[in-house]
């Protein structure tokens, strides 16, 4: 079946550490994004991206960095820089130039600091 | 950019009773829309939507939504709750360019 995978499930980050949140999908969709989900807070927009090797900054891109050198990945880098980083991220994609086309989710990541 | 809010961040409701969860949006042109179910520790999980044509949408699990072009609504309803329908909801919406804006959510408890 296809789908989103996200890996891992739980991630724990040390102090000045960088992590790297996986996501890949078999959906053969163009479109990617990253959200982070806090307590009451909805889903805020990270990064996200239209084609290969090209992506864009959201709403909250700050301490965050990504890839997207294929078509099926499009992997999350929390920095150091973000001081802030216990959420839960959620990866999305959908088919590119199609906005009555819904967003498919994978089943979240969730980072805690330890 | 568009703008949704969906009133009331928790709702409750008796098992069997109608479920009614309310989203309204921000559009200068009509939008697309779309309802999200989400279960603790999970990703989003597509309820409905509605692009264009019939205004009632049906979704799975026996929930619908109306699109009402005037109130700028889109509320989402289910005659009898069931307990496997306590979850988090997300009302969305997208424009051009492959956008979307969430709601903050709706959580919704069952109570036996």
Sequence with gaps: ?114 | AQSVTQLGSHVSVSEGALVLLRCNYSSSVPPYLFWYVQYPNQGLQLLLKYTTGATLVKGINGFEAEFKKSETSFHLTKPSAHMSDAAEYFCAVSESGNQFYFGTGTSLTVIP
């Excluded at chain 1, 900054?57 to 099926?72: M, P, Q």
């Excluded at chain 1, 994609?93 to 994978?106: A, K, L, V």
């Design chain 1, 1 to 114: 079946d296809g789908g989103i995978t996200q890996s891992p499930k739980y991630l724990f980050r040390k102090e000045g550490q960088n992590v790297t949140l996986s996501c890949e999908q078999n959906l053969n969709h163009d479109a990617m994004y990253w959200y982070r989900q806090d307590p009451g807070q909805g889903l805020r927009l990270i990064y996200y991206s239209q084609i290969v090797n090209d992506f864009q900054k959201g709403d909250i891109a700050e301490g965050y960095s990504v890839s997207r050198e294929k078509k099926e990945s499009f992997p999350l880098t929390v920095t150091s820089a973000q001081k802030n980083p216990t959420a839960f991220y959620l990866c999305a994609s959908s088919i590119q130039g199609r906005n009555n086309q819904p967003q498919h989710f994978g089943d979240g990541t969730r980072l805690s600091i330890l």
